[in-house]
Every structure is written in C-alpha cells, then in structure tokens.
Nanobody, 128 residues
Framework: QVRVVESGGGSVQAGGSLNLSCELF????????MGWFRRGPGQARESVVV???????RYADPVKGRFTASLDNAKNTLYLHMNDLKAEDTGMYYC??????????????????????WGEGTLVTISS
C-alpha cells in the first residue's frame, strides 16, 4: 500500500525558515501530482501548492514568493522550503499524492485529493 510520510516540522520565530519533506513509500512517481495543504488552529484546510512530476508548481497567494516546492523523482520525495515565515503560517502541514494529476494542476486541487493518499501531517509553529 502506498504511504505518504511528512517530516521536518518544528518551531521557529517569525521571519525564519523551515524545510519540510514528504516521502512516498511503495510507489514510484510517474506523471503524477503532489501537493501540500495546511490547517491552522481552528481553521479549515487551506491549499499551499501543487506540483507536477515535471517540476511545475502552482502556489496559493498567501505563500507565493516565500515558499518553494521541489520534487526529487529519484527519491520519490517532495520538499517544501519555507522562508520569511509568519505567525499565520502556523498549522499542521499535510502532503498528498494525486495519481496522474487526476484532480488538475491548480494549487487548490490538493484539497480534493483522495484522503487515502494523505500523510499524517507535520506541525509548524511560528512565534511572533
């Protein structure tokens, strides 16, 4: 069974940086999409980014220019480099897989990915 496993969360002060990783187990990326979404305290899920296996990424406006997603297809791993972090970036960050980009390539598509292919999340806490 395919597994999605995030790592790299932590606590930093506003203005700092964090790097998240998401590794796929028992699956080899092909023409697929992956994405990150997050859920802040008491808030609904919010899309962050969707990236195609060719490296093309689309970002939600709140993170544009601060976050960068990248894929290492050889390692079946998705990364999220987060810079200039703000208090409102606090939340659980989840990685997800979409076979064949069946839900499209827009940044919001990640919210519709099959929950069977979500990770369990990694916590990011930004203090102001």
């Amino acid at each position: 069974q395919v597994r999605v496993v995030e790592s790299g969360g932590g606590s930093v002060q506003a203005g700092g940086s964090l790097n998240l990783s998401c590794e796929l187990f028992r699956y080899t990326l092909r023409n697929d999409c992956m994405g990150w979404f997050r859920r802040g305290p008491g808030q609904a899920r919010e899309s962050v980014v969707v990236i195609k296996s060719d490296g093309t990424a689309r970002y939600a406006d709140p993170v544009k220019g601060r976050f960068t997603a990248s894929l290492d297809n050889a390692k079946n791993t998705l990364y999220l480099h987060m810079n200039d972090l703000k208090a409102e970036d606090t939340g659980m960050y989840y990685c997800a897989l979409d076979f064949g980009c069946s839900h499209g390539v827009g940044y919001a598509a990640v919210l519709n990915y099959n929950s069977e292919y979500w990770g369990e999340g990694t916590l990011v806490t930004i203090s102001s």
